[in-house]
């Protein structure tokens, strides 16, 4: 199974800009779908976005549409998330995660630790 280790979070103001980045083990990260999920405070866990193993394609929530961007590099074992146009309700912990389908939240089985991503107003 893969480790993942999540970076770049930070207190940014809202109209910002953060680049998350996910760093993963093994030799078989291009095998894998990768995602990302944010938690709020008192709300459950919500798909973010997902990119499929070669990153040929993507899959965003309603709510990133637009501003957030998922790609990943195969040759570093890495994955990222830009985010533009930060909103306050963009305030969360962000997990990258790693699964069997980019598209479907529920096949993600694998999660980071966490990054912690302050925007505020």
């Known amino acids: 199974q893969v480790q993942l280790v999540e970076s770049g979070g930070g207190l940014v103001q809202a109209g910002d800009s953060l680049r998350l980045s996910c760093a993963a083990s093994?030799?078989?990260?291009?095998?894998?779908?990768m995602g990302w999920f944010r938690q709020a405070p008192g709300k459950e866990r919500d798909f973010v976005a997902g990119?499929?193993?070669?990153?040929?394609?993507?899959y965003y929530a309603d709510s990133v549409k637009g501003r957030f961007t998922c790609s990943r590099d195969n040759a570093k074992n890495s994955v990222f998330l830009q985010m533009n146009s930060l909103k306050p309700e963009d305030t969360a912990v962000y997990y990258c995660?790693?699964?069997?389908?980019?598209?479907?939240?529920?096949?993600?089985?694998?999660w980071g630790q966490g990054t912690q991503v302050t925007v505020s107003s």
């Open positions: 995660a790693a699964g069997s389908r980019y598209d479907a939240p529920e096949k993600y089985n694998c």
């Open positions: 093994g030799r078989t990260f291009r095998m894998y779908a």
């Open positions: 990119i499929s193993g070669s990153g040929g394609s993507t």
